[in-house]
Each structure stands twice: as C-alpha cells, then as structure tokens.
C-alpha cells in the first residue's frame, strides 16, 4: 500500500518543488555573490563566526522543534490512515487563531491565557477535524485520490473561515514569559568570557524547544507503551485484520485523523507567541511537513523527528550564513533524492 | 397534506426566469433613461485576499466612505458613483485578469486602488492595452519612473523615491550617518535600497550593509548579526504578516544596546504600538504617510477624515480599538477618487468615449491645497510624469504613541523628472 501510494504523491511533490523554485528564483540571484563575499573575507561583517553559528543553531533548532510537531501529525494521520492531508497547514493555523482567541479573553497574567489555549486550541482542532473525517473523508471511503481532493476542499474551507471572521491582520498572543538571554562567549586570545553583541535568545524560545521535546516523548510512551497506540499501530499493520479482530476502525481513524490536527494546533500554539496567528500561516508548515514526511519516510515517527531536525537545522544555519533561498533548494534537493533512490523515505519501510 | 413539493427541472427554470425578469427590472428601466443618469462605474482592484488582505480591508473602507461623501454632495456631473470591487488576491497575475474583467464584463469607467508593486507592475500593461484609466493608490516609483503607460496614474498618494530621499536629510542630522539598511527583497524594498543609498550619501552619511529579507520570511533573528557593529542607524522596511515578529525580534536582538532605529510604518502598518514585545521602541523615529494619532495640531480635515472613515485618535476602528488601520496609506484611497471626481468635471466626463479627456485633464492639474478631499496635507500634481507630490511626516514613538516631531516640504521630495508620459499617444 506505502509503495501504491507514493508514485501517486509525486506530481503533488513535483508541484510543491516547482513552486519553491518559482517563488525562490528571484531571491536565489543575490545567494552566488553573498556567498563569495564571505567565503573570501571569512568572517562576517557584524558577528564573529562562532557566536553567529549558536545563534543559527539556536534559531534553527526553534523551528526544528515546531516542525517535528506538526510533520509527526501529517505522517501520523498517513501511516494508519494512507490519507495524505493536505488541509494539515491549517489546523496548524486553526491553533494559533484560537489559541489568539483564548488568550484575548482570558484576562489577568499572560500565562493564563497561554496554559488555557495550550489545552484549548489542539481539542478545537481535533473537533473540527474529527468532524471532517465523518463528514468528507468517511463518505469517500478515504480513497487515496478522493481524500486529497477532499482535503484540498478543506484547506480553503478553513482558510476562508479564518479570513471571515479572524480578518486578514497578524494578531500576537503574549508569550507567558519571555526573558532576553545575553549568551556568553569564550574568547581564546584573550582567555576570557565575554557577552559578544547581539547573541542571545529567549527564555521562551528555550522553553518551545524543551517543550517540543517532552511532548514528542509523551506521543512515542503512548504509541509504543499504551493500549491506544497498540490499536492505533494494529491498524496501521493491517486494517482488514484489525477489524477482524474487533478494533473499531472506523473510530481509530476518526480518532488519529484528530490526533493528527491537534499535534499540529498544539505546535501552533507553542509558536504563535513568536509568530503571530495570521490566516495565511498554513502554507510553510504544510510545505515543510511534507517534504520532512517525504525524507523520514511516510509514518515512521523516528524518520519524522530526525528528518524534522535536518530540515529545520539546515534551514536555520544554512540560511543565516549562506542564503534563505540556499537552503529552500537544499531541502527541495534532497526531497527528489531520496525519492529516487530511496522512495520509502530514510527510515521507511518497504511494506508489500 | 399529502401533496409533495418537490422541485423538479421545470420549476426550477420557471422560477429562475421569474427571478431574471425580476432582476433585470430595474435594469431596463435604468438604461431607458438618458445615459447621464446611469453611474459611473469604478473598478477597484482590492487585495481582499492573499498577503495584502490587511490593507485591502482598509482600503475597502476608505473607499466606501469617500464614495459615501461623492454621492451624497451630489455624485460626478450629477452621476452617482458605483464600486465594482474585485479581489485581486495580491497577484499580479490575477490583478491583470481582474483589469480585464473591469474593462470588459463590467464596462467600468476607470480602474482603481491596487497597492503592492508586483501587482501594479502585472496589471498596468492590461490597463494600457484595454485603453482603461487606471488610478494605482501604491507608492511604487514605477509610475514615475516612466515603466509604464498613458493610462496609469498615481495622483493620490507619493512615491517611494520621494519618501526615502525626504528621509535622509533628518536621519543624517538627528540619528547618525553610518546606516545599516533591512528592506523586504523585491521591487518595494529595491526602491527604498537603491534611491535611500542615494540620498544619504548625498548628506556625506553611507550605508554600511544592505540587508534584503525574503518577502514571505517568518522568522527574522538571523538576519540581525549581519548588522555591523559600528552602524548608528538601523533604517528598516518590512511588509506582509510577519511584521510584528520582525519588529520584536529586532528589539530581542539588540538588547539594551541598540543603535538609533528608524523605520518606515509599513514594519507595523495595521498592528497595535502597544502589542507586547513592542516597548522597545520607544524612543526610535518612523516615516508616516498621515499620522497614525491624532496630533496636538490635528487639522479638521483629519478630523473630519477620521469621522468619515470610522478611525478613532489612535488610528483603530471606532468599533474595535484593536482592529488597526493602515492610516499611512489609505487617505491615498480617498484623495484619488477626489481626483477622479475633479477630472471628470473638468473634463466633462460622459462616458468612456472621453476617458482621454479625462486623463488629459488631470495631466492639467498641479497644486492641490490641503482640505477635506485632500487631508494627508497639500500636494502637487506633476502631469509629464503621472505622479503627485506631497509633505512627509516623521514621527517618534512616546509612551507607545507615535508623535509627530517633523514635517518635511515638498520641495524635499522631488526630483527630476524621469518621464514624459504627455507625449505618449493614447
């Protein structure tokens, strides 16, 4: 079934790269000069090299966190389900758009707020979508081709909706705390540390990413320790068997496609007081996820998270010290590679 | 009771050929008159969609009062006026396609109100071909720059080039020489890279590093130590969604050691001055188009603009005070259809037989005082290259205000001419 389905993911790949390319070409023409630039004077005009390179990783590993998140959604909803969702961006975006609600109706301490919408905005998500897995995916019997259809229905359903009635502006959520951390730096020539310029980051940048981490712990105890993520996996195996043996598909997928939705609101949820919620929010994390989902191989949780820290890495260090466009057509490289020649994904298996 | 009412094919189609007839009434009665009574139709190609939607919403509303106040003090040539709007989803693409759609589904009299540059630049060409007036409400310099065509004009809001290079003598002076420039990476950013270097290096100051940002970047610390060390001014420039996590991650970065830092409001166009993570910027300078606050001189016409439009002193929504206006730019919105107005009557506009009268018309005009149709401040009007000049205001954020603490002349926004569209045939 894995191997039916991916040559029919290709001309969705194969598009999602070509508007990369599109979009980025423009950027890419200041890349070739930067690059010489600071190749040949080795060292950056504003920071030096070793203090830049941990704030890249710093950066990098923010948008790791958030992105291991919402793709282990999207390879979660296609390992047990083999539907390829499409609309998962915006229950990314749906988060953060109620995660903006909450927290501008609950008064008092920002933290309030955040804790509320941390426990609010993923159920929101998860309702909205085990309501479109009754109402859309279950009436086409979750058809490969039809279920990308439908979720590509669902997309501009919730984009509209949100442009409706959250309005087109940026709207932030105030973090629950946010301390600037200067980080210190060890000069060997003068054997001393020091605070260079401009190198810190963000108590609450820190806790999005200790945050990812226990929450990505927490789903793997679950799906390899409960009897939930037993069922869900025996699913997943073999749906036929499955029902045989009295699991109630049906429900499991209603219950993963929503399990999938949350990750990705609850990953909203952990960015948006960095990043504001904004209607249009969804399209970078859907495109990300897919191709992190594409070099971890479809449903293998362990190729999510690494594949995740690859990508959102690279985009962070290769961005700061070469080009945001660099990186782009790295990643969108490194996407067709594998699916040449290892198209079940780096931690894939090859199922019958 | 056991009668059904199913529909069926046949009373489908008698009730929709009832309902035609019906809603072609009106119609028929309409064009039964003489034609001087029919309005005159405005295109508006709106970005309600796609990354420009925030403005495009206040665009929508600026447009909607000035219309509003047009009609009721009589329309143009006793015609009332009627917006066709179109949504244009911020693509240049799509805005040629929606000219089209103005010229020749609509039979609109003029085209009007696109913003962002790249659907100017896309839509332009399809106006010129269509012969449609059409009246950009965009900043970009393309129309001065003489890219362009007979029948796109810029006659309701200033010019990029005018802007920066009206910049540079008080950021020179007040702030520092050695600037660092952070700009969105395409044709608007490019403006404000190519003709800020310019006029500074006229005030003996340089700019030490051009930083240009992808336009749909997200995430902005990494940019920031590419600022050099001994830089006195940070001049930024940001468009689209992310613009608050920029301004915030600028503050983030710098720490309690910044530089002097001098933006264009279109960083934090539509966004709230006291969203948290903002109050670093107390004290650092902004360009405005027309003051976001009422000032302590406020005219009555931005009073009377403010009332019109349904704006409060802090530049929000009377009815949301978080729901922000892009004030900077939407009077552009206003005083264009004003123009529009004054060239049809000058021009004794009938129908789109006259559209070359009226853009000769306004070719004509030059000052342009200050009063309710023009309440950014006084302007004038260059006819040889299609675009209006006009007063420039700095402004310095105080206890999360921004306050007016410079006016410029208009004699600091120009320059020479770079074309003579007058002698284009139509």
Redesign the interface.
Known sequence: MVVGAVPRLLPGVVGFAEEICITLQAWSFGAATRLRFQTLTGNDPGMEFGPHLLLAVLEGAVGAAVLALTALGLSLVFGVMRVVNVAHGEFYMLGAVVAWFVASVIAGHPALGFVAALVIAPLAAAVVAMVADRLVLKPVAYDPEATIVGTIGILYILQQAALMWFGPEARPVEPPFNHRIALPWYDWAAGEWFYPWGLSTTSYKLFVIAAAVVILLAFWAVLTRSRIGLIMRATQLDRETALAFGIPVGRVYSLVFGLGAGLAALAAVLIVPIQQAHYLMGGDPLLLSFIVVIIGGLGSVRGTVVAALLIGMSDGIISVFLSPTLSKILATLLVALVLVFRPQGLFGTRAA | MTQSFKTNRRTLIKGAAAGGVLAAAPLVSRFAQAQSSAPIRIGFQQHV???G??Y??WYGRTTDAAVKKINDEGGINGRMIEIIAEDDGTDPKRGAEVVGKFASQHDCDVAFGTLFSHVVYGSAPAAGELKLPYFVVSEGHHVASGALNRYTMQPGITDVKSQVQAMAPYVAENLGKKVTMIFP??AFGHDHRDYFTAAIEAQGGEV??HI?I?P????F?????????ETEVVYHVMVG?????FVKEMG????P?KPAIFGFIDSLE??DMT???LEFLDGTYFWEGMPRYAQADQTEYDKAFRAAVGVDDNGASVSDP???STYAHMFGCWETLHIIKAGMEASDYAGPQDRAKLIEAIEAMTELAESFEHPQGPKLFNGKTHQVFGVQYISKVENGKLVKVHTTSIEDTQYPDEADYTTMAF
């Not at chain 2, 610390?221 to 060390?229: D, E, G, L, S």
């Not at chain 2, 969604?241 to 996590?245: C, F, G, K, M, W």
Request: hydrophobic share 35%; aromatic share 12%; proline share 11%.
């Open positions: 969609t796609g990354i939607a925030a495009g919403r990476d395409f030490l590093e240009a992808p749909t970047e997200t995430s610390t990494k940019y920031f130590p590419k600022i050099p060390r969604p992310a613009v608050l996590t983030e970065f710098f720490g050691s539509a966004v969203s948290p993570g978080r729901d922000v």
